[in-house]
């Protein structure tokens, strides 16, 4: 089956720090990805659809000059937090969907603590 | 204002019985409902959907049924086995789009 796959799985760092997150489709193309955020106890919550060779769209109250999100090939999207704070602590985690009637796939996420 | 709402955070059963998930809805531009599963330290995992022109779909021991008069989406399983145990979100796509909106999760235990 279809599989994402996200790396790192857990960052721990202090505050002012950027961090890269990697998402990739391992056994197909993706034109199209996304990338959520779960805070504790909350649903898991859209930030952005990663476009290749054009420009993310981003949610509603999520700065685009904080979360950098690039899509340069077809099976590899990354998601930077640049100057990370404590309060951007969260699980991050990506999908993908493959071309067909098939629903999205996920990676495993990444846990991120700012310190 | 919660697009998903999955009401109990929590839910026990006894292995072999019947887990019944739910989950009520407030928008009623959708193409259709997943349900996926989610362990520990990994992603979710889709486990099985139903679009707005169905009202039931069944893979095995489970089965979506989707009531939209009553905007109430519910997921049965059956018979729940200790494997089963995971958090279980509901998640619709929006109509026009690929975006997926998730309710909070139902944490599911499955008692051996």
């Known amino acids: 089956g279809a599989v994402v796959s996200q790396h790192p799985s857990r960052v721990i760092c202090k505050s002012g720090t950027s961090v890269k997150i990697e998402c990739r489709s391992l056994?197909?193309?993706?034109?199209?990805m996304f990338w959520y955020r779960q805070f504790p106890k909350q649903s898991l919550m859209l930030m952005a659809t990663?476009?290749?060779?054009?420009?993310?769209?981003?949610e509603q109250g999520v700065e685009k000059d904080k979360f950098l999100i690039n899509h340069a090939s077809l099976t590899l999207s990354t998601l930077t937090v640049t100057s990370a704070h404590p309060e951007d602590s969260s699980f991050y985690i990506c999908?993908?969907?493959?071309?067909?009637?098939?629903?999205?796939?996920f990676g495993d996420g990444t846990r991120l603590s700012i310190l | 204002d919660q697009q998903v709402k999955q009401n109990s955070p929590s839910l026990s059963v006894q292995e072999g019985r019947i887990s019944i998930l739910n989950c009520d809805y407030t928008n009623s531009m959708f193409d259709y409902f997943l349900w996926y599963k989610k362990y520990p330290a990994e992603g979710p995992t889709f486990l099985i959907s139903?679009?707005?022109?169905?009202d039931k779909n069944e893979d095995g021991r489970f089965t979506v049924f989707l009531n939209k008069s009553a905007k109430h989406l519910s997921l049965h399983i059956v018979p729940s086995q200790p494997g089963d145990s995971a958090v279980y979100f509901c998640a619709y796509v929006q109509g026009g789009s690929e975006k997926l909106v998730f309710g909070k999760g139902t944490k599911l235990t499955v008692n051996p």
């Open positions: 056994d197909f193309q993706a034109t199209t």
């Open positions: 999908s993908a969907r493959p071309t067909g009637n098939q629903p999205q796939h």
């Open positions: 990663s476009n290749e060779g054009s420009k993310a769209t981003y």
């Open positions: 139903i679009s707005s022109i169905k």
